[in-house]
């Protein structure tokens, strides 16, 4: 069994997501396939990992891609997460990790919706929600506030009928939109605010992508993604993959076979997997220095993190749920984050030292996301601990 050390999966994720300086890709969509898909629950992440992976792209050119041409997509898939997938790639999903959580999520609506006494039959309920969104929609796109109005099944709360403090009305519409989008029924079309904000205009899928391919079944959707993921994060564990799908174990296990994954040892005396035609080794990388945003790809990749980051650094970077917020890298290796001032500059806050020559290649790459921002300061939902402590006055 091949061993892959730590040092080589460093040298990997310099190289497969595109951050060393030497290795920086020219698309939004070259950047999407590298890194399997991009994580989209803020809206700026999307934007500012491909910042961190190209040279000359605007954000203006990822809107384009996302919304002009249309080659990378916004998907709720994995851990009910939204991504943007590679266009090719939402099959699979489709079929497989969308679809798992569209299965939870018909029974928790379906549930809720009989148990506030809206609907006896909470899964009828919800087949006449979605029957009557997408004749609406037939119309052409329209905002959730727009569905809301126009759609009497969508205009409806749930809710607030106790004293407890947690127990808040929320609208039923982002339930049947959600289940609708799960199951590629309906996309993400323009978006109707800043980049740096999610205000979907929702259209249906036929018309935003044209002809459709048909979902992959459970097992080859999940193969393909499995096959994508150990392109750009192998090695990785069968925890890694699994967490990263938020599948089962058997799923994950068959995927690898599917696949004919190959086992190397890890530094920590795990077991990893990487494809077949992927075992040569990677040398050594000229030291990298990179700021990822919230929630980035790289950050969110692994369950398993230590060979990038210091467990010590962990309460300070993530939340409690794992989310993580802003990181700065250098040499392979998360050493701090960054924030930004009132006036949209980037500052670092550093938990290590990372020496002389790290100190000035993380000022350089301050300064080229504050031009590459110009002005543009960003909202996180998933501060960090750090992030919060460094914005302190």
Not at 320 to 333: E, F, K, L, S
């Amino acid at each position: 069994m091949r061993h892959v050390s730590d040092s080589e999966r460093r040298s990997r994720i310099a190289v497969r997501h595109a951050l060393s300086p030497t290795h920086r890709l020219d698309s939004v969509e070259a950047v999407t396939r590298a890194m399997t898909v991009l994580h989209a629950t803020e809206a700026a992440t999307v934007h500012l990992a491909v910042a961190a992976r190209t040279e000359g792209l605007t954000p203006a050119d990822v809107d384009a891609a996302l919304y002009d041409d249309r080659s990378v997509v916004k998907q709720l898939a994995m851990r009910r997460t939204l991504f943007v997938f590679p266009r090719d790639l939402l099959p699979a999903a489709w079929g497989s990790a969308s679809a798992r959580v569209a299965t939870s999520e018909r029974k928790r609506v379906a549930k809720a919706i009989a148990g506030a006494g809206i609907a006896a039959d909470g899964d009828a309920w919800l087949d006449a929600a979605r029957d009557a969104t997408l004749a609406r929609l037939a119309a052409g796109p329209a905002s959730t506030t727009q569905l809301r109005a126009e759609v009497p099944e969508l205009a409806g709360m749930i809710g607030g009928d106790t004293d407890k403090s947690w127990d808040r009305p929320v609208p039923v519409a982002p339930w049947v939109l959600t289940h609708l989008g799960l199951e590629g029924t309906i996309v993400r079309g323009r978006n109707g605010g800043h980049w740096r904000l999610n205000k979907p205009v929702w259209t249906r899928a036929d018309d935003w992508l044209g002809d459709l391919d048909e979902p992959l079944d459970e097992a080859a959707g999940y193969a393909e993604l499995v096959r994508r993921w150990l392109g750009t994060f192998g090695p990785g564990t069968t925890a890694d993959i699994q967490w990263w799908l938020g599948s089962t174990k058997g799923a994950v296990t068959s995927a690898l076979a599917a696949l004919g994954a190959v086992e190397v040892a890890l530094d920590d005396g795990t077991t990893g997997w990487l494809l077949p035609d992927d075992t040569d080794e990677v040398g050594p990388v000229e030291p990298w220095a990179a700021l990822l945003p919230t929630l980035d790809p790289t950050v969110m990749g692994w369950k398993s993190r230590a060979f990038y980051l210091d467990p010590a650094h962990v309460p300070y970077l993530f939340d409690t749920n794992g989310n993580a917020g802003t990181t700065a890298w250098w040499d392979g290796r998360i050493v701090g984050c960054w924030v930004q001032d009132d006036e949209g500059v980037v500052r670092l806050s550093l938990l290590e030292d990372p020496g002389p020559d790290g100190h000035d290649a993380l000022h350089a790459e301050a300064a080229r996301l504050t031009a590459w921002l110009d002005g543009t300061v960003i909202g996180n939902v998933y501060a960090s601990r750090q992030m919060k402590q460094a914005r302190l006055p």
